[in-house]
Nanobody
Framework: QVQLVESGGGLVQAGGSLRLSCVVS????????MGWYRQAPGKQRELVAT???????NYADSVKGRFTISRNNAKITVYLQMNSLKPEDTAVYYCNVKDYDGMSFWGQGTQVTVSS
């Protein structure tokens, strides 16, 4: 059973930074895409950023230039560096991995709260 363990969330003032990490608990040689999604209260879950095994990245327009996604394939870990945080970035952030068979796995979520 694949388990994704997120860490790094918390409370930060607007303009501050946080770094999220997500470790995948077992070796999955078929992992392709790793990414981060978020869900604010009363809203649908939305894509934040994704990165393929070949390090191609994709970002939501709302975070471009502020957030950076990266991954370490050897450690099966994906990171999200979040800079210049805004109150509207407040949400539960979820780690997601997809393998080449089309299976999708989710973490339990980590709360990010940005105060104004």
């Amino acid at each position: 059973q694949v388990q994704l363990v997120e860490s790094g969330g918390g409370l930060v003032q607007a303009g501050g930074s946080l770094r999220l990490s997500c470790v995948v608990s077992r070796t999955i040689f078929s992992i392709n895409e790793m990414g981060w999604y978020r869900q604010a209260p009363g809203k649908q879950r939305e894509l934040v950023a994704t990165i393929t095994r070949g390090f191609d990245t994709n970002y939501a327009d709302s975070v471009k230039g502020r957030f950076t996604i990266s991954r370490n394939n050897a450690k099966i870990t994906v990171y999200l560096q979040m800079n210049s945080l805004k109150p509207e970035d407040t949400a539960v952030y979820y780690c997601n991995v997809k393998d080449y068979d089309g299976m999708s796995f989710w973490g339990q979520g980590t709360q990010v709260t940005v105060s104004s």
